[in-house]
């Protein structure tokens, strides 16, 4: 059986610089994880993956383990990141789709009218039970170092959805948010439920932190935003602060959402990811409009910055450090993830160079 979420056995780690920086405390060094970090930049993951479809391989216990810890052990980065999909949830419950190499989430019988709504079905968690098996895996042999788990939002689920496959310009998940509200709603209400359970799962089996990954919400205007998918963002977030008596820190991410932070921020987050277009003082600075506390906020090296010559990479990374000061808390990351052509050696390069200039600079402030 497993225990709650909020049970008391839920392990501490109280000097894990990535929960001390989430829950705006001083770390002893700048956390630094890759979004993506776990994937194509390496050799031992192409290997692992070699014959084993991607869903396949997200529902496979050990591979998940494996594939997870392997930026862990090669980085030396300040938190792993589940081996899964946004989509996987959809695929367990039964939705058909496929990973396409190249392409991306495909779905067989888009969902374009109230009967597809009502005929979606609702995730079980028994469905998902291979998830959690690699959880308690992970928790199990990753010591020291905090697990992050993810679950994809209601707008970017419900876009591959519509469209049936990735998309551009969003217009047929668009023209049914603006023509058909009730079915949009209840499309949006039932992916709330679904992540919100595939989320349990997660911290049932003992994820130190979650993200919720909205990668395609700034395609919306932030009226749009407000009106069709806040609402059900706003009831994952707060129904895993309520889920964990809000000890589990929530990253909330999006690319190209600068028009959108504050009403993001508004959902419930505790860390709020950016990508590169927004400097992160810029983002702080648009969080506290009347002052108060300072948000902490996750980012934002452009992943595309990774291919330049080292010093480019290392004159970014001061910056991003730098802009980071002002922010309540800061986790080092990409501004969105890992490109596949990525030379792992400069991702382990800027996780030592954060881990030092951070120590640096305490000690000198000590
Ligand atoms: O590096 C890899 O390619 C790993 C394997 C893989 C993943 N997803 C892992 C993943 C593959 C082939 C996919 C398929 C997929 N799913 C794609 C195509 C990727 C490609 O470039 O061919 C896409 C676009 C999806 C949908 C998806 N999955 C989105 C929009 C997100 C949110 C993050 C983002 O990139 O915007 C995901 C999450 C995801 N897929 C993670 C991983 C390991 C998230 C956790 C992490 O950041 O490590």
Same mark, same amino acid.
């Given at each position: 059986?497993?225990?709650?979420?909020?049970?008391?056995?839920?392990?501490?780690?109280?000097?894990?610089?990535?929960?001390?920086?989430?829950?705006?405390?001083?770390?002893?060094?700048?956390?630094?994880?890759?979004?993506?970090?776990?994937?194509?930049?390496?050799?031992?993951?192409?290997?692992?993956?070699?014959?084993?479809?991607?869903?396949?391989?997200?529902?496979?216990?050990?591979?998940?383990?494996?594939?997870? &810890?392997?930026?862990?052990?090669?980085? *030396? +980065? !300040? $938190?792993?990141? %589940? /081996?899964?999909?946004?989509?996987?949830? @959809?695929?367990?419950?039964?939705?058909?789709?496929?990973?396409?190499?190249?392409?991306?989430?495909?779905?067989?019988?888009?969902?374009?009218?109230?009967?597809?709504?009502?005929?979606?079905?609702?995730?079980?968690?028994?469905?998902?039970?291979?998830?959690?098996?690699?959880?308690?895996?992970?928790?199990?042999?990753?010591?020291?170092?905090?697990?992050?788990?993810?679950?994809?939002?209601?707008?970017?689920?419900?876009?591959?959805?519509?469209?049936?496959?990735?998309?551009?310009?969003?217009?047929?998940?668009?023209?049914?948010?603006?023509?058909?509200?009730?079915?949009?709603?209840?499309?949006?209400?039932?992916?709330?439920?679904?992540?919100?359970?595939? &989320?349990?799962?997660?911290?049932?089996? *003992? +994820? !130190? $932190?979650?993200? %919720? /990954?909205?990668?395609?919400?700034?395609? @919306?205007?932030?009226?749009?935003?407000?009106?069709?998918?806040?609402?059900?963002?706003?009831?994952?977030?707060?129904?895993?602060?309520?889920?964990?008596?809000?000890?589990?820190?929530?990253?909330?991410?999006?690319?190209?959402?600068?028009?959108?932070?504050?009403?993001?921020?508004?959902?419930?987050?505790?860390?709020?990811?950016?990508?590169?277009?927004?400097?992160?003082?810029?983002?702080?600075?648009?969080?506290?409009?009347?002052?108060?506390?300072?948000?902490?906020?996750?980012?934002?090296?452009?992943?595309?910055?990774?291919?330049?010559?080292?010093?480019?990479?290392?004159?970014?990374?001061?910056?991003?450090?730098?802009?980071?000061?002002?922010?309540?808390?800061?986790?080092?990351?990409?501004?969105?993830?890992?490109?596949?052509?990525?030379?792992?050696?400069?991702?382990?390069?800027?996780?030592?160079?954060?881990?030092?200039?951070?120590?640096?600079?305490?000690?000198?402030?000590?």
């Amino acid at each position: 059986m497993s225990l709650p979420a909020n049970a008391s056995n839920r392990r501490r780690l109280d000097d894990a610089p990535l929960l001390v920086a989430a829950r705006g405390g001083t770390p002893a060094q700048t956390p630094v994880w890759f979004m993506r970090q776990a994937g194509r930049s390496l050799p031992e993951y192409r290997r692992a993956r070699e014959g084993v479809p991607m869903l396949r391989a997200c529902l496979t216990p050990e591979l998940v383990c494996e594939i997870t &810890l392997q930026p862990v052990r090669r980085h *030396g +980065v !300040d $938190a792993a990141i %589940l /081996f899964s999909d946004i989509v996987l949830p @959809l695929y367990a419950s039964g939705v058909e789709l496929d990973i396409v190499a190249g392409t991306g989430p495909v779905v067989n019988h888009p969902v374009r009218g109230a009967a597809d709504v009502a005929a979606l079905p609702g995730l079980r968690a028994e469905q998902v039970h291979g998830v959690g098996e690699a959880v308690r895996l992970l928790v199990h042999e990753l010591g020291e170092t905090p697990l992050i788990g993810f679950a994809g939002a209601p707008f970017t689920l419900a876009s591959y959805l519509v469209e049936g496959g990735p998309s551009r310009n969003h217009e047929r998940t668009k023209a049914l948010m603006r023509s058909e509200p009730e079915t949009w709603h209840a499309l949006l209400g039932k992916l709330a439920e679904n992540t919100l359970e595939f &989320l349990r799962v997660q911290l049932d089996a *003992g +994820v !130190d $932190a979650v993200q %919720l /990954f909205d990668s395609w919400a700034g395609a @919306l205007s932030p009226h749009d935003y407000a009106t069709y998918v806040r609402p059900h963002t706003d009831r994952i977030l707060r129904g895993v602060a309520e889920y964990t008596d809000d000890r589990v820190p929530r990253i909330h991410f999006g690319v190209g959402t600068g028009e959108l932070l504050g009403s993001m921020w508004e959902c419930g987050a505790s860390v709020l990811g950016v990508d590169w277009r927004v400097p992160l003082d810029r983002a702080v600075r648009r969080l506290t409009p009347m002052g108060g506390e300072p948000p902490v906020v996750q980012g934002n090296l452009d992943p595309a910055v990774l291919f330049a010559d080292w010093e480019s990479v290392r004159s970014e990374v001061d910056r991003i450090l730098a802009e980071g000061r002002s922010a309540g808390g800061h986790v080092f990351n990409l501004g969105h993830g890992v490109l596949p052509d990525t030379d792992p050696d400069v991702l382990t390069g800027i996780v030592e160079y954060v881990h030092s200039v951070s120590r640096t600079a305490r000690l000198d402030h000590a």
